[in-house]
């Protein structure tokens, strides 16, 4: 007590000054440590990827031409100078995307529905037994693992070139992610009202209706919502192995070597993708307040 005393006001500034930079120099230290960290694993990752920068920048050009060629009609004239002749399959290209949507919206609603039923047996505070959540927790991470294009090229394979693969796909993937993303809303709702209504001696379904429901219904709608916006992309790609949608035509063109054909799809799927995102961010945000949008 007596050192500390004895110490002027000068010393213990300039102590503090002296710990203050030490401080800092540790913290510049561990982040140059974590750069150069972070910059071996990529480089390794790179290389057991087989990624060939050399590779890369030799056949740039042949990427930047292939743009330049889908921006070209027939006749050599820019696209934007003859939109009539661009956009000529209009009408075909736009039934072709509403089969996308309902594709989309089908294998979206399916999935949310039976995300619904399965996430109260995956959550950890509403499961009924331990065996359960493991069995439903497995099941929806087998489903969100497998891709999507996989689920939809095996339904090709057992149905057909028809739309219902692409449906079947989407529901399934769908299944496993919105199952994942609603028990962890249910995970972390407040079980004081379930223990209430437990207390009346009311069954495990009733507990759920009228205590966990009400509670991450707005979650529940965000998060499917947001859904939609995926499935939409997911469902052109599909389109690629023959599940139907605007995504056949595309994969036409391209083998095809209709260039111009190739920028006039993927503008009509881009705009359509933008229209949605913007719709139901404004929806979420209109529903359930700005954090929504996010």
């Avoid at 993303?181 to 209706?209: H, Q, Y």
Wanted: glycine share 8%; with cysteine.
């Amino acid at each position: 007590m007596t050192l500390a005393v004895s110490i002027l006001p000068e010393q213990q500034l300039a102590a503090l000054n002296t710990a203050y930079n030490q401080a800092v120099a540790r913290r510049r230290l561990r982040l140059l440590l974590g750069i150069v960290v972070f910059a071996a694993a990529l480089l390794l990752a790179a290389i057991g990827a087989e990624v060939n920068l050399r590779t890369f920048f030799t056949y740039f050009g042949n990427f930047v031409s292939y743009f330049d060629r889908i921006l070209t009609l027939d006749n050599g004239q820019r696209v934007w100078t003859d939109v009539g002749e661009w956009l000529w399959g209009w009408r075909k290209w736009l039934k072709m995307l509403g089969e996308t949507l309902l594709i989309s919206y089908v294998g979206t609603l399916t999935g949310a529905t039976l995300a619904f039923v399965l996430n109260f047996f995956a959550a950890e505070n509403t499961s009924p037994a331990p065996w359960l959540r493991f069995t439903v927790r497995r099941l929806l991470e087998f489903a969100r693992t497998v891709p999507g294009i996989v689920f939809a090229l095996i339904f090709v394979i057992a149905f057909g070139l028809e739309p219902m693969a692409g449906v079947l796909a989407i529901a399934i993937h769908s299944t496993g992610a919105l199952g994942k993303l609603f028990s962890e809303i249910v995970e972390n709702a407040d079980m004081k009202p379930v223990e209430g209504i437990r207390s009346t001696g009311a069954s495990w379904l009733s507990c759920m209706r009228f205590a966990v429901v009400p509670q991450v219904t707005a979650g529940y709608a965000s998060y499917a919502l947001l859904r939609f916006e995926i499935n939409v992309r997911e469902a052109s790609v599909m389109g690629f192995v023959g599940a139907g949608g605007i995504g056949q035509e595309l994969v036409v063109a391209i083998r095809k070597f209709y260039y111009s054909d190739v920028s006039a799809i993927l503008l009509t799927i881009i705009i359509t993708v933008f229209i949605i995102d913007i719709t139901t961010g404004w929806l979420r945000g209109r529903l359930f307040g700005k954090e929504a949008r996010t």
